[in-house]
């Protein structure tokens, strides 16, 4: 039996972006359509293919891990690196509960991929819930730019599995010790050479720590630790302090009992010098870096800070922590708290059911802490953010027009309403909000901490937009000039309890979000 497709246009050249029709044929089954071929100008690909030829374990169970086969290419379509694949697993909390998922890459031999450093160890981000795929690349680049020690590197890639396209990720380095990572002792290994293989080795859990059960430890386990501030179940490792502050260990991920209570007693001494603010306090903690994270986490807004994904590492022989590397950041610039008025060192906490970390209004509220904080947003944050925001040359517009073909394709392959990825249809008006929203902080965050009133807003572009709002029994639209926000709803269409939905993506409507595009509101119950 003969397979034959006809494409309009004839030749074998099609131009991407284009609309052509087909017919398909197979057998006396005939079936018609249309098709568009695209390809992305600006980023490099990875190709993967998985040992089984489905995706279907690994997006299925976070714990399942396969291996495949991988091709790396630049922009350009040249080789940056094909071979094994030793193994791929899905990865993330909220994130894995989504369709297109991120995922934990482990190649058979380390690989310097698009000029990062080598490392076995990659993470292919899908930053599904950022319409403007903005918000992981900026703060890991805002970080690295202002001197965050070991910040992950990330570059955007177009990601095929098993020869289907998967969508515009964001490859990064993973958090790990390595030279070419977070460069400090690999306790691990030091540990491993004593007792062999730690993942064989039987486990203990207890109300307040968890880890391995060895017979051997380093003479010196002072160091090289990394932990995270987090929800801690999923570890292998972890502790929690008295103030209830649950930690994983990363590295070591199999740690010793020596090695968990000596990390957990340490932690415990920083938390009470926080608390009491013991004057030698900064002879344990790193002040430059947790300044930074801390101005970095509040000038964003990021919604998970004193959640989760807050790094911190020990080295070996030195007595003080030091705050980063720095990790997840598509829960900020306006996304989950759009109210750019809140200080979230004071207040992020009420904003959330887990408990937060207990360390940060302590230490906004210690005086060398707090002038620190203030002289650095002065001198490197501030002129940083207002960089970004630059008309044409700032990262955010470079980035942004760099991304236009990848998010396409990507727009094409994903439903953004869905996974509530931005609050626009179109991508350029993700962008805008970024930067829309970054203005509005450095107008607080001015106010409160240089005594400034400053105006950073960016200005609309003179269009007009149709706000429509549907009511049970009328529907009543106005028009609302680019970059505004609808103060004033009809609330005379509400029934009782009702308020408005956005009909995108079923949003609740807050004053805090500019009009860039026709937008329309339906009323109903919370409880429907």
Known sequence: MRLSILLSGGGRNYAPDTIYDYRFYWGETEKK?????????????????TESGSMEQIDGDKEYQESGLILVEDSAGDTCYRGLLRSMKSRGNSTWQSEKKSYTIKLWKAADLFHMGEGKNWILVSNVFDGSKLQNKICLDMASDLGLPYTSQGEYVELYLNGRYQGNYLLCEKIEINE???AITNLEKETEKLNGDLSELERFDTSRTKGISAEYNPDNISGGYIIEKDHYTDSISGFMTEEENLFSIKEPQYATQEQVDYIMEYIQQIEDMLLSNDEELFDY????SFVLRYLLDEVVLNHDFGITSMYFYKEQGDQKLYAGPIWDYDGSMGRGLT?????????????RREKSITWYPYLYQNDTFYKEAVKIYQEKVRPYILSLLEEDEGKIDVYARMLESSMSMDMTRWSYSDCMAGYYEEFENNVRYIKFYLARRLQFLDEIWLGEDNHYEPEGNGERHTATFIGKKKTESFEVSDGEVIIMTPEHL???QEWWYNVRDERLFVVEIPVYEDITYYARRGDE
Do not use: C, H, W
């Open 339 to 351: 109210n750019s008025e809140i200080l979230a060192a004071l207040e992020i906490q009420n904003y």
């Open 180 to 182: 070419n990572r977070v």
């Open 494 to 496: 509400l029934g009782e």
């Open 33 to 49: 359509g249309s098709l568009q071929f695209m390809k992305s100008e600006n980023t490099g690909a990875v190709y993967i293919e």
């Open 285 to 288: 903690i790193d002040l430059d």
